[in-house]
Nanobody, 115 residues
């Protein structure tokens, strides 16, 4: 079955960096569009970034120039490199893909930006 497992979250000071990973299984990763979303407490889940099968990328405006999404098809893994983190980036970050007409989510990884 499709599985998405995120890791790499944690506590970081403002201005710091983190790299999130999402390991995928159960489908042909190299042809899948992969997305990162985040959900802050009390807010709706929001789109963060997308990478398609050709490694073209799209970013939400507030993360442009600070976050970089990438993929390693040999490891079935999608990454989210986050730099210049701010308190407003605090959220649970989840990876997502759509396969065979269904939407799949990982369990999420907590990112907390605080001094």
């Amino acid at each position: 079955q499709v599985q998405l497992v995120e890791s790499g979250g944690g506590l970081v000071q403002p201005g710091g960096s983190l790299r999130l990973s999402c390991v995928a299984s159960g489908f042909t990763f190299s042809t899948a569009v992969m997305r990162w979303y985040r959900q802050a407490p009390g807010l709706e889940r929001e789109f963060v970034a997308l990478i398609d099968r050709g490694s073209s990328t799209i970013y939400e405006d507030s993360v442009k120039g600070r976050f970089t999404i990438s993929r390693d098809n040999s490891k079935n893994t999608v990454f989210l490199q986050m730099r210049s983190l701010q308190p407003e980036d605090t959220a649970v970050y989840s990876c997502n893909t759509g396969v065979w007409g269904k939407n799949y989510w990982g369990q999420g990884t907590q990112v907390t930006v605080s001094s």
